[in-house]
């Protein structure tokens, strides 16, 4: 049994069918990951992480749990900042 291999398009949203919402999925999940890895590099606990970015150990549960469609990019970046730290935002053409 061979599989058929698809190649990618550079967005894995957009290969799974999330073609209008691909872009910001992608962004989120670009600012998610440095902002989940800070806390845990911090090692506190959830509610700890939860008072720090005042709000809630259910929606730092969400972040840990890498659900994307529960935060905002503005959310993720004041998140961010909290935490000490900085997003760059580049903007370029698509390629072709």
């Not at 967005?11 to 845990?40: C, I, K, Q």
């Not at 972040?63 to 370029?92: C, H, P, T, W, Y």
Request: glycine share 6%; aromatic share 4%; net charge negative.
């Amino acid at each position: 049994m061979n599989p058929d291999i698809t190649e990618s398009s550079g967005n894995v949203f957009r290969d799974l069918g999330f073609h209008t919402a691909a872009e910001s999925l992608r962004v989120r999940a670009r600012l998610m990951a440095p902002l989940e890895r800070s806390l845990r590099e911090q090692g506190i606990t959830q509610a700890e992480a939860a008072d720090g970015l005042d709000t809630t150990q259910a929606r730092i549960s969400a972040l840990m749990n890498g659900k994307i469609q529960a935060f905002s990019i503005d959310a993720l970046i004041n998140m961010l900042d909290r935490v000490g730290l900085e997003v760059d935002v580049n903007v370029r053409p698509k390629n072709a």
